[in-house]
């Protein structure tokens, strides 16, 4: 088991990795809207999925993975009614490939902001 850290994305802020890599599969924490600063980026569901996506683009990378590695997305939203604007910067970055994906509304995310986002994804071996 590894644990992977990067300063291509926020520091965690408690007690737990970026991600954890396993044998070939990666497991990211989840990833919240905060700058490479550890402040939340301001705006909408929008601005605050692209935030989310860049967070976990450096730590896919950083793990020598990437999107189109990811097998299994869990999506967190503070609001349901925002499913059609997170799509639509879901897609951007994941683009044809489309994994196995599970999206709920909850309660409250950490710092109050709209989406939260883990992933688990291959890295590819080398041989």
């Known amino acids: ?5 990067t300063s291509a994305a926020p520091a965690a802020i ?8 396993l044998g070939n599969l990666l497991f990211t924490s ?8 550890g402040q939340i980026v301001e705006g909408g569901i929008k601005e605050q999925a692209v935030q989310v996506f860049e967070n976990l683009k450096g730590v896919l990378e ?17 609001d349901m009614g925002q499913f059609g604007e997170l799509n639509e910067i879901y897609a951007t970055y994941f683009g044809d490939h ?17 989406v939260e986002i883990e992933l688990i994804a291959v890295i590819p071996v080398e041989i």
């Open 1 to 5: 088991m590894e644990f992977i850290s």
């Open 62 to 78: 950083a793990a020598g993975s990437s999107f189109g590695q990811v097998v299994k997305a869990t999506v967190f939203l503070k």
């Open 30 to 37: 989840g990833q919240i809207p905060l700058g490479l600063d």
């Open 14 to 21: 408690g007690p737990y990795s970026q991600a954890v890599k």
């Open 98 to 114: 489309k994994p196995a994906r599970s999206t709920v509304e909850v309660a409250r995310l950490p710092r109050d902001v709209f």
